[in-house]
C-alpha cells in the first residue's frame, strides 16, 4: 500500500515539475504521455495501418508506429488533436447551460445522470437515426457501438467508469454522417475532439454529447 502511495506522490511531482510541453510537441515525435489523449485519431486515419495502440503498464493506450509500413504523409500529426486545441475551445465565451433530466421516473432510476441521454436518443431515433454509444460486450469489455433501435440503446446507459475500445467507430459514423443519416454520438471529450479531427470538417447531421471523463 505504501509503495502504491509513494508511486503516486512521485508521479504527481513529476507531472508538476517536470518539463513541459508545447503546443509544436506530439506524442508520435517525442513519446511525452503529457502530450497524447488515446483518442486513436490517429491510428484510424492512417492509411497504410501502420498506427497501432499500445497499452502501458496502466491500461492508458498511446500510438505505435510500424515504419515498415508508414510513407510519412503526415496525416498522424495533421489529426493530432493536442495540437489542435481549437477544436477544445471553439468560443471565448461562456456558452449557454441547462439543467435537465428526464420525468419517466423508471427511465430515471435505471440512469446514472438523471436519464437525459435517453431522452436525446430518443429524439434521434425517431428521425431513422444513429446513436452511438459505449456498452458491454459478452466479455465485459467496454466498447463503442452503433444502435438503430431504443432497445440497442439501452446499452449504452450507465456509468462503465472503465477505458473503451474505440476501434472504427469513426469510420463507421462517417460513413452514416455522407449517407445524410442522422448521428448522436455519445462519449468522452477526447474522444469526441478525435471524431471531429478525423472527420476534418463539421457536419449538420451529427450532434455530440461529452460525458464527464474521470482521466
Given at each position: 500500500k505504501n509503495a502504491e502511495k509513494e508511486k503516486s506522490i512521485k508521479f504527481l511531482e513529476d507531472a508538476i515539475n517536470g518539463d513541459k510541453c508545447n503546443i509544436d510537441d506530439s506524442?508520435?515525435?517525442?513519446?511525452?504521455?503529457?502530450?497524447?489523449?488515446?483518442?486513436?485519431?490517429?491510428?484510424?486515419?492512417c492509411p497504410k495501418n501502420a498506427i497501432t495502440m499500445k497499452e502501458d503498464e496502466e491500461g492508458f493506450i498511446y500510438p505505435?508506429?510500424?515504419?515498415?509500413k508508414c510513407i510519412e504523409c503526415g496525416l498522424c500529426n495533421k489529426v493530432c488533436i493536442?495540437?489542435?486545441?481549437?477544436i477544445f475551445n471553439k468560443s471565448k465565451k461562456f456558452p449557454v447551460t441547462y439543467a435537465a433530466y428526464i420525468k419517466d421516473d423508471d427511465i430515471r432510476k435505471n440512469s446514472t445522470s438523471g436519464g437525459a441521454f435517453t431522452g436525446l436518443y430518443?429524439?434521434?431515433?425517431?428521425?431513422?437515426?444513429?446513436?452511438?454509444?459505449?456498452?458491454?460486450?459478452?466479455?465485459?469489455?467496454?466498447?463503442?457501438?452503433?444502435?438503430?433501435?431504443?432497445e440497442e440503446c439501452e446499452k449504452f446507459r450507465g456509468a462503465?467508469?472503465?477505458?473503451?475500445?474505440?476501434?472504427?467507430?469513426?469510420?463507421?459514423?462517417k460513413k452514416l454522417l455522407l449517407e445524410n443519416k442522422?448521428?448522436?454520438?455519445?462519449?468522452?471529450?477526447?474522444?469526441?475532439?478525435?471524431?471531429?479531427?478525423f472527420l476534418g470538417k463539421e457536419y449538420e447531421n451529427l450532434y455530440t454529447v461529452d460525458i464527464v471523463c474521470h482521466s
Open positions: 506524442y508520435l515525435g517525442g513519446k511525452d504521455k503529457f502530450s497524447c489523449y488515446g483518442c486513436t485519431a490517429c491510428a484510424n486515419i505505435e508506429i510500424d515504419k515498415d493536442y495540437k489542435k486545441q481549437e430518443k429524439q434521434i431515433i425517431e428521425k431513422n437515426g444513429y446513436v452511438v454509444g459505449v456498452k458491454l460486450d459478452d466479455d465485459m469489455n467496454a466498447i463503442y457501438d452503433i444502435a438503430k433501435t431504443e462503465k467508469y472503465v477505458r473503451a475500445e474505440i476501434g472504427d467507430i469513426y469510420e463507421r459514423t442522422p448521428v448522436l454520438f455519445s462519449g468522452t471529450p477526447c474522444c469526441i475532439a478525435g471524431l471531429k479531427s
